[in-house]
């Protein structure tokens, strides 16, 4: 498993009686090179010891939400982003439900709840709290939220009953963690680019045309690229979001900028254009500020299409080029002409009338069009647009694979 080596994994174990496991499975993460930080909630304590853990982990072992000791050397937001990712086992059905309804009444949820990393769970429990309605719609919940689960495994229960709920073995979860970072390691070949947020085409130094985008989509999907181990270039016009350090990020304002910023780009395997550029500019801008008038005439001409441009591109055009529809009426009708007309791979659409899926907006619900006639189109329901670019960024990585 050298995948492990020099990486760094945050564990958290909870109260249950497979807490035992949890230092069989630190011992066999920390033979193979991975750097272990733990978290004991207060149930957990009575079952494993911080002595224990720390001479198995050689790191240090967290567990109380206010301590100053703790706050002054790695508060819980800092310590969520120093971990590579993060590691739940055992996962009880407590913490499951914790983590679905968003509650943070300690230190391990409230780690967890602030991390932007991906999040392992290991369940067990009793097969009757595993089969419970409660605990499926709680598990789906997370999963939703992008959650991984490892297990359970079907088997002999320390309460002497037999089902499934038993905590995978320690030597799988650890494969299951290597696994992980294997598909980072392989994703890095990869090269990808986005395009994102609106664009300005200035009238006179004041004043310029517009749209409402707000980049909010194409800024996540930049995260999940590079998440799952894509070198990846963000090209975004006008926003005020933030992005990691690890994303290659270039501002631009105009079409012609973010135009000539994406052919500098070039080569990449993936294109992904979210941006909403302003089909037109103005023909002539303006050097001086234009003062009030009567009347007054503004003279447009296109903007040279992006997406059209790369998408037909004999020696440049990346494997998998993809491209967004925003949408008011006659959504599918509209994305699929744009799909065949602009020879994309896939046109992602959304409506943006609607204001809970519009722009602005945290959420979303889109449809992917695909060019292949095996898969026509597929409709990915209405969530956060973070889970929404996981679930592209998951598809895309099996169709280059």
Same mark, same amino acid.
């Given at each position: 498993m050298k995948n492990l080596s020099n990486k760094k994994i945050l564990f958290i174990i909870c109260g249950g009686i497979s807490a035992y496991k949890s230092l069989e499975t630190i011992r066999i993460l920390k033979k193979n090179g991975a750097i272990i930080k733990t978290i004991l909630t207060e149930s957990a304590?009575?079952?494993?010891?911080?002595?224990?853990?720390?001479?198995?982990? +050689?790191?240090?072992?967290?567990?109380? #939400?206010? $301590?100053?000791?703790?706050?002054?050397?790695?508060?819980?937001?800092?310590?969520?982003?120093?971990?590579?990712v993060i590691l739940i086992a055992p996962a009880t059905a407590n913490t499951i439900s914790k983590l679905a309804q968003g509650i943070t009444n300690d230190l391990a949820s409230t780690v967890v709840l602030a991390s932007d990393k991906d999040i392992f769970l290991a369940p067990a429990m009793n097969v009757r709290m595993w089969e419970h309605l409660t605990t499926k719609l709680n598990l789906k919940k997370i999963e939703e939220f992008g959650y991984k689960t490892i297990g359970p495994e079907i088997g002999d229960m320390a309460c002497g009953e037999y089902g499934e709920g038993k905590m995978s073995e320690p030597l799988k979860i650890a494969k299951e963690i290597d696994d992980y970072f294997l598909g980072k390691i392989n994703n890095k070949k990869f090269?990808? #680019?986005?395009?994102?947020?609106?664009?300005?085409?200035?009238?006179?130094?004041?004043?310029?045309?517009?749209?409402?985008? $707000?980049?909010?989509?194409?800024?996540?999907?930049?995260? $999940?690229?590079?998440?799952?181990?894509?070198?990846?270039?963000?090209?975004?016009?006008?926003?005020?979001?933030?992005?990691?350090?690890?994303?290659?990020?270039?501002?631009?304002?105009?079409?012609?900028?973010?135009?000539?910023?994406? +052919?500098?780009?070039?080569?990449?395997?993936?294109?992904?254009?979210?941006?909403?550029?302003?089909?037109?500019?103005?023909?002539?801008?303006?050097?001086?500020?234009?003062?009030? +008038?009567?009347?007054?005439? #503004?003279?447009?001409?296109?903007?040279?299409?992006?997406?059209?441009?790369?998408?037909?591109?004999?020696?440049?055009?990346?494997?998998?080029?993809?491209?967004?529809?925003?949408?008011?009426?006659?959504?599918?009708?509209?994305?699929?002409?744009? #799909?065949?007309?602009?020879?994309?791979?896939?046109?992602?659409?959304?409506?943006?009338?609607?204001?809970?899926?519009?722009?602005?907006?945290?959420?979303?619900?889109?449809t992917i069009h695909y060019k292949n006639k095996d898969l026509i189109r597929e409709k990915l329901s209405y969530k956060k647009k973070s889970e929404i670019s996981d679930e592209i960024v998951d598809r895309i990585i099996h169709q280059l694979k």
């Open positions: 304590k009575e079952f494993v010891t911080p002595l224990s853990i720390t001479s198995l982990s +050689q790191g240090k072992v967290y567990y109380n #939400l206010f $301590s100053v000791e703790n706050e002054a050397e790695m508060d819980h937001i800092s310590l969520s982003r120093w971990a590579d090269k990808a #680019l986005i395009t994102a947020g609106p664009t300005n085409e200035y009238i006179d130094p004041v004043r310029f045309i517009t749209n409402k985008s $707000s980049g909010k989509q194409g800024y996540e999907l930049a995260k $999940s690229l590079s998440k799952k181990g894509f070198d990846t270039t963000l090209i975004s016009g006008p926003t005020n979001l933030k992005i990691n350090d690890e994303i290659n990020l270039i501002k631009v304002e105009t079409a012609d900028e973010m135009l000539i910023a994406t +052919q500098e780009n070039l080569p990449v395997d993936v294109a992904i254009f979210s941006a909403a550029v302003a089909d037109f500019k103005i023909n002539k801008t303006f050097k001086n500020k234009i003062k009030k +008038q009567d009347n007054f005439n #503004l003279n447009l001409e296109k903007n040279l299409d992006i997406l059209n441009y790369v998408s037909n591109h004999n020696s440049m055009r990346p494997k998998m080029v993809i491209g967004f529809a925003a949408e008011t009426n006659e959504i599918v009708k509209n994305a699929e002409e744009k #799909l065949n007309k602009k020879n994309c791979d896939w046109i992602i659409s959304n409506d943006v009338s609607n204001k809970d899926i519009g722009f602005n907006s945290d959420y979303n619900e889109v």
